[in-house]
């Protein structure tokens, strides 16, 4: 059977206006729409996929909640599958066709990047909800995941207190191993300890053989790692296979973040240091109904991480600054975020600091024990002081850059 | 003095690594000029058997010793019945089939195990040097490659099979006239590559840990050593496993990882400036 293009043309007109629009309780115009870009597939997805739950999650809780000023969210979700050039499309694409109202994504700082300006001249509203090296100063970017100056400063004070003024540091080959590593050795020197020596490496090494011995060398009195990724991995492996982890104790500010944790066995993970915003095994209540929520909806909740657990608050401050605000317009919510805005997540209270656009956070100093974040201490509410030494954003709104440290 | 024991033993262990990674491509590769492009995800392969061994309940040594070399040697001899078998004397078109194959296998791997890094404990406690502790297990991994390699050139010198073999490598022709299949030949050598690829994944595995693409960094170091170790499968794997290992780690203490790499890399290249057939087309010329 053939048809004519106009026949055709015919009877799908026809079909639609027989069929009739699916009947909607409320109307689609009044929908507020979310928008969200997360590597959920490829070499990042143990980072985006908990991201990309976390999203669902946080959207489907305020709509059961009867929604935001009485509208529904409507969820746009991209999987930017770890490639670069697919966040540039989908940025676009999010703010010219689908024309949302605020944008949730971004996981590595090359990936907030090459958006953060897409969404800047589209007057698109912008969260970005991972740890990362600090720096950025942005009015349309506001950031919710720890900076160094937040997770890394808990992590040297008790280091050194605990064991000693002698550290060799050890970090990933790009800028946020570079700038941490900056971070790691200034709180050091504030305190009138010395680094040994830091040594960086490319995401690919994985034979840490020599640089163990090197190590032995130098006799610190402990160790910081600043290393990223699944080749990395091998470092700690490595370090518990020839005996250090019983004789230099380890620290990091990176291990955990991606759940680590269950990667390595027990014997081979138990006594390293961290500190960050989260840890499951936090009894904060909010903590609880998250991670039961999660259970009800997602069923398996050991893959829950940090950067998750940011998304998800990311998206409830916003949900907040909009209810502040009594419209989702970008002004209008810009300035309740810069009125102090906060919200008492699954980590602890989540304050908007009106100068950077960041976030003050609880931060946990934990240990690993057992394949989990033990918490020894809780610092409440650390501000994001490493990017407040540079960025005023009530002083200069028309600031637009990451600043790159100087110290 | 210590130290330079330290530096021994990691000298020792990087040879070990590069003839055990690349023992399985030497001789897929010197006997029948098959570029195998999918080496790494054999290597990949044997370690995530070995890592589903041991979560499983089975004794680690069986694991890595028995288990990974079997299944890796089988999926070797369905590829080489399937694919390669078709393929032999066309060095590009083994490229292109083994790399499609390479990336079908990181795909069903990650669909199996998903794409989280995996590890199993080093089953070797760490010792003590003077006043350094080093990694047991690296130990374990210098006598398996000395036990594997002596057995490799005892089959290939003292038996029926490792003479057919030999023989195979230089002319096929002539065997066949004498009576020997040398497709059947090409299979069960293709098999035991693949076999040994496996073992060396399953003994690598506590050190490296494993994610599915991880057989991309196995693969270029085996490539660099097979083909500047030459046509000889022992002796060339053997000898430029010696001198790449030998200078990796001195360059890693004097500088650094990285520069170490670095340094293999440049050597290799000047060696096959030197040696286009490769060490053992210089110096050994009897074939194993």
């Known amino acids: ?407 | 003095m210590d130290y330079a024991g330290v530096v021994c033993l990691e000298i020792l262990y990087m040879i070990a690594f590069l003839a055990l990674t690349s023992a399985g491509l030497a001789i897929v590769f010197g006997m029948m000029r098959v570029i195998n492009l999918a080496h790494g995800e054999f290597v990949m392969l044997g370690g995530y058997t070995t890592i589903a061994c041991y979560n499983n309940g089975i004794n680690i040594y069986f694991a890595m010793l028995v288990v990974a070399p079997v299944v890796v040697g089988l999926v070797g001899l369905i590829v080489e019945r399937t694919i390669i078998r078709f393929l032999y004397g066309r060095m590009i078109d083994t490229m292109l089939a083994t790399w499609g194959l390479s990336l079908l296998l990181i795909g069903l791997v990650t669909l199996i195990f998903g794409n989280t890094a995996v590890s199993v404990p080093a089953p070797v406690s760490g010792y003590q040097l003077g006043e350094y502790q080093m990694g047991g297990y690296n130990l374990f991994i210098i006598l398996i490659t000395v036990a594997l390699t002596l057995v490799m050139w005892a089959v290939l010198r003292f038996t029926r099979a490792g003479l057919i073999a030999r023989g195979a490598m230089q002319g096929p022709d002539v065997v066949s006239s004498l009576g020997y299949d040398p497709r059947k030949i090409y299979m069960y050598t293709f098999t035991a590559g693949a076999a040994l690829s496996g073992l060396a994944g399953g003994v690598l595995a506590p050190l490296t840990g494993l994610l599915p693409s991880s057989g991309g960094a196995y693969i270029a170091k085996a490539f660099i050593t097979v083909i500047t170790g030459g046509a000889a499968v022992v002796s060339g794997t053997l000898s430029s496993a010696v001198v790449f290992g030998t200078v990796n780690q001195l360059v890693s203490f004097a500088a650094h990882p990285v520069i170490g790499e670095l340094a293999m890399l440049a050597l290799a290249i000047i060696l096959l400036r030197l040696m286009p057939k490769g060490i053992t087309g210089r110096f050994f010329r009897d074939g194993t």
């Open chain 1, 1 to 407: 059977m053939t048809y004519t293009r106009r026949e055709f043309l015919r009877a799908a007109g026809a079909a639609t206006v027989a069929g009739g629009l699916p009947a909607v309780a409320f109307s689609a115009d009044k929908e507020i729409k979310l928008g969200s870009v997360l590597d959920n597939s490829g070499n990042l997805d143990i980072y985006g996929k908990p991201m990309v739950i976390a999203t669902r999650l946080a959207v489907d809780e305020i709509n059961e909640a009867g929604g935001l000023l009485g509208r529904k969210i409507k969820l746009i979700q991209y999987d930017t599958q770890s490639d670069i050039a697919l966040y540039t499309k989908f940025a676009q694409q999010l703010a010219r066709e689908d024309k949302v109202d605020v944008v949730h994504g971004g996981i590595t700082s090359a990936s907030r990047e090459a958006i953060r300006q897409t969404f800047k001249r589209s007057n698109t509203l912008y969260f970005y909800n991972v740890l990362y090296e600090g720096g950025v100063c942005d009015r349309n970017t506001v950031v919710t995941g720890t900076t160094p100056a937040q997770a890394v400063e808990p992590i040297v004070e008790r280091a050194m207190k605990k064991w000693g003024n002698k550290v060799y540091v050890l970090a990933a080959d790009y800028n946020y191993g570079q700038i941490t590593a900056k971070w790691i050795s200034y709180y050091v020197d504030q305190r009138k300890g010395t680094v040994a020596k830091t040594d960086f490496f490319p995401l690919d090494v994985a034979d840490f053989g020599s640089t163990i011995a090197k190590i032995q060398q130098e006799k610190p009195n402990w160790v910081v790692s600043a290393l990223v990724g699944g080749a990395h991995m091998s470092f700690y492996r490595q370090w518990a296979a020839s005996g250090m982890n019983k004789k230099i104790p380890l620290a990091s500010t990176t291990f955990g973040v991606g759940n680590e944790h269950l990667a390595l066995s027990a014997a081979e993970g138990d006594g390293i240091l961290i500190a960050g915003n989260y840890s499951q095994e936090s009894t904060l209540p909010a903590n609880k109904q998250f991670l039961a929520a999660w259970q009800k909806r997602f069923g398996d909740t050991k893959i829950v991480h940090e950067i998750a657990v940011s998304q998800y608050q990311g998206i409830k401050l916003w949900a907040e600054c909009v209810r502040k605000a009594g419209s989702v317009d970008r002004e209008a919510v810009l300035k309740a975020i810069e009125s102090g805005a906060s919200i008492e997540g699954p980590a602890g209270t989540v304050a908007i600091d009106a100068k950077t656009h960041h976030a003050s956070l609880d931060i946990n100093v934990m240990e690993v024990k057992n394949q989990k974040l033990a918490i020894l201490e809780t610092v409440k509410q650390r501000a994001p002081s490493d990017t407040a030494r540079y960025c005023d954003l009530q002083k200069n709104p028309n600031e637009n850059k990451q600043y790159e440290v100087d110290i």
